[in-house]
């Protein structure tokens, strides 16, 4: 490893080191700055496999780190051609978005927000309200597994793009197209397809549902534990469904009743290709 | 409210308030004591619908508490026969298992856990080695949610008695029979229905495999996230089954996954019926 691209940093008062903080504990911080960190191999593997994302920083701890993660660093700063920032391991784990990080960190700049005419005919999720930056970030998983191409956040989601959100994540952030901010009403008008509801209240039993995939691009709503989806995007969505589930319990968590939804219709359309 | 019942606790060195507070941070208290402490309205109205449910004591804050809290803890403290204790806020947030609880705690019995006779022939969910406590709460809610009646867990599993586990599970410890500590050798030994992996690896995709719910009780085997199922678990499954998910991720969170492993047998066994 050569160490001309070092960069030692080793005070609270550096100016990079401030803004890291920032975007490690701030959502406010990610959308102002356009750029976000995020934090283990898996992650920086995956940024490398999408030259399309640029890697702004990339940084190690001094002393609690891997060789594994070192190698991965260097590799990232030299395609990025970037600098390989070396903190003080106290300095990286104030930082640092989760704890016990397995030591190395990258700030990339956030992907262009898609034009709504990219999404508006894709097969969509829409995510009204979800707070808990972990159900989020599961539900982008979720949705990019499930092979939909596009997650779209309402006003009061968590920032798709903080560290936690991206944590959860796993990646797939970087295998679908996220758009933020487009309250149900903005939606509703550029998205070509039909809104489905997910309403634990009541609706078309899913299961026993005429193919609801068969006439083009579908949208789920998934709205917040708790309340569910909000009155207007109720009033909004074309069709409303329910998981039948036991009388046991009164609901679903959000990752796995949208689990059932986004994986209900991947096999509708799987099962009606044949 | 009378105030007769009401038990003021003040000191760091009060034993009630120690051993809640093992209970709180200490898996293995939870195990050794035979008791586990919840917080919060949701969860203790739960167990009031429980009657089979002792409950040992309720814990309020001084201060930091609301009305239908209080009014709440009151009536749980009279139908139990047990004091309500009161605490001060600093005391109550060193025990209680959530940041911001909304004031209202309570200590119960563990609930004896079932002989294997009463799952051998229920429809199942076996956790191999699922460590994180909200996955485990969130897998308890999705499988009561479908309809299973036993979650059964093997060393390595969070202990799912713990409050992390109790909080995501928002009740539904209370709406299955729960068995921890089995190994996945002795499951295979007392169980008589089929044992049906799920593996993210590989196995007959799950949306084109025959009616895999008609031939009676079946349990699905779910690994921990990363590792997967175990050899030894993927060895003893009767079936191995794989959801296909898009090239672009590489696995679903275990929670997701389940949810759609339990809901696609849910819907077979309701669409079977017809």
């Given at each position: ?133 972990g159900n989020?970030?599961t539900l982008?998983?979720t ?110 968590n959000v990752g796995a009743a949208a689990a ?15």
């Amino acid at each position: 490893m050569t160490s001309s691209q070092h960069l030692y940093i080793e005070s609270d008062a550096n100016p990079r080191l401030k803004r890291w903080r920032r975007l490690a504990l701030e959502a406010k911080a990610v959308r102002r700055e356009g750029a976000t960190v995020l934090e283990g191999i898996h992650l920086l593997q995956t940024v490398l496999e999408h030259p399309e994302v640029k890697i702004n920083a990339v940084m190690l701890p001094e002393g609690r780190t891997t060789a594994e993660a070192k190698a991965l660093a260097e590799r990232a700063a030299q395609t990025a051609g970037t600098r390989l920032y070396v903190l003080s391991d106290r300095l990286y784990d104030a930082i640092s978005p989760v704890e016990n990080g397995v030591g190395v960190m990258c700030e990339i700049a956030l992907p262009a927000a898609p034009v709504p005419e990219k999404w508006a005919a894709a097969d969509a999720l829409y995510l009204d309200g979800v707070q808990d930056a972990g159900n989020v970030g599961t539900l982008i998983r979720t949705a990019a597994a499930a092979g939909v191409q596009v997650v779209v956040a309402g006003p009061g989601t968590a920032g798709l793009w903080t560290p936690r959100v991206l944590r959860a994540g796993m990646g797939a952030h970087f295998a679908v197209d996220l758009a933020e901010g487009i309250s149900i009403e903005k939606f509703r008008v550029d998205y070509r397809g039909r809104l489905l509801a997910a309403d634990a209240r009541g609706g078309v039993n899913l299961f026993e549902a005429p193919d609801y995939t068969a006439a083009g691009p579908i949208c789920w709503l998934m709205g917040a534990e708790g309340p569910g989806l909000s009155v207007k995007a109720l009033e909004l969505a074309d069709e409303r469904y329910w998981i039948p589930i036991s009388r046991s319990v009164e609901s679903l968590n959000v990752g796995a009743a949208a689990a059932v939804c986004l994986f209900d219709a991947a096999r509708r359309r799987l099962t009606q290709r044949h």
